[in-house]
């Protein structure tokens, strides 16, 4: 088990869908699975299906698939999963330290944030049922 195998990922330009662990790309998806599968916690709810509603941009078909296949959690715990939505877009992180957060930015690769440079209004944290 490797806490810090997502530091081998840092600057990975995103892909949907792309795993980080057989590419050299990553999707946020593919890598919140990678990692909660390299610690051990147990299995994530994401499925092919959830790449196609990325790919169009269906926000609110992604809001009823995390309420049904995660619980809400009132703070950041280190594994959690950061439920991101701003505007037009979505997007999913993994709070790796505390009060920091990876995610593959669209433009910048997988980068390391911390979470309070991200408005409350904008994050929603999560664990896997």
């Excluded at 995660?70 to 009060?99: C, H, M, P």
Aim: glycine share 4%; charged share 20%; with cysteine.
């Amino acid at each position: 088990m490797n806490p810090y195998l997502w530091r081998d990922w840092l600057g990975y330009p995103h892909e949907i869908g792309a795993d980080p662990r057989f590419t050299n790309k990553c999707c946020c998806l593919k890598m919140i699975a990678a990692m909660y599968e390299e610690l051990q916690l147990g299995k994530v709810p994401f499925n092919p299906a959830w790449y196609d509603l990325f790919k169009n941009n269906r926000l609110n078909e992604i809001d009823t698939l995390m309420s049904t296949h995660t619980k809400e959690i009132a703070s950041a715990l280190v594994w959690s999963v950061l439920y991101i939505k701003q505007r037009n877009t979505v997007g999913f992180g993994l709070v790796v330290q505390d009060y920091q957060f990876i995610i593959p930015h669209h433009r910048r690769g997988l980068q390391v944030y911390c979470l309070d440079k991200l408005p409350i209004e904008h994050r929603r944290f999560y664990k896997p049922l």
